[in-house]
């Protein structure tokens, strides 16, 4: 058994991962795996550099980070950060400060590398146990079969500034990398004034949707997505849409790892949150506080993925990008 630590950085969240890896049996055992929002990528986009008071917060996570760190004792520790400080002019900021925190400098990795990551954390444990997950069935509503799930395997991975898509079977065949995610569809299109629209336009909507489908078919230009036989969902927009499929009283990991939510209760749930105010987003149980002004803009993402796969249902997983770091470390 090895001690691993794994942290990812996104554009909206940091996360960590603290875990024994079992090379025997294939298996990381979490000793404490967490996430906080911290929007990294506050303004990126359109600035083209991290804020001050961006990598502030994301600077007093990595210090609670170090603390949870020390005390279970990691004997290794890898540090991954994705797309808002890919895009970043002022990213040395951002890594000398994670160096002097932590003691590991950042990897600041490609799309290609993050997709494979994800599909890594995503299939691992779906490789010679498809039955095994299929039977953690929705509950309230979620819907879902018995059956084993088919490959290849379609991994997404929908984070706040882009969208990873992998193809593969046991290994990766196909990936790629494209800038429309929850955090960045949000700031581009739904921001006026410094202030979200609330609920979107018409012509927000529509102008989100155009981007998406833009991006799904440049992302199809490298990977055959309608292929898969399996979608498979990874990250907070689609957990947390999961979350409301599944009628949940409040987050459970374990209710949602696994989870088949049709395609139908996407569209439904996509169609509330894209016509509700900040307040009815907020009160939904599910709701991560720092998920109310992006959920619409994620899920839509979601949405026009299965639209343009085909797919009659995505199979929600809580393991992805974290748990391939963990392996990688490992």
Known sequence: MTRVAAIDC???SIRLLVADADPRTGELVDLDRRMEIVRLGQGVDKTGRLAPEALQRTFAACRTYAEIIKELGAERVRFVATSASRDAENRDDFVRGVLD??????????GDQEAEFSFTGATRELKGQNKRGAERLPQKGGGGRREGLPTPYLVVDIGGGST?????DGEVRAARSVDVGCVRMTERHLVCDGVVTDPPTEAQIAAIRADIEAALDLAEQTVPLREARTLVGLAGSVTTVAGIALGLDAYESAAIHHSRIPYARVAEIVDRLTRSTHAERAAIPVMHPGRVDVIAAGALVLLAIMDRTGAQEVVVSEHDILDGIGWSVA
Request: avoid cysteine.
């Open 101 to 110: 925190i932590l003691g590991v400098e950042p990897e600041v990795i490609s």
């Open 10 to 12: 996104g554009t909206n």
């Open 164 to 168: 990873e898509f992998v193809v593969g």
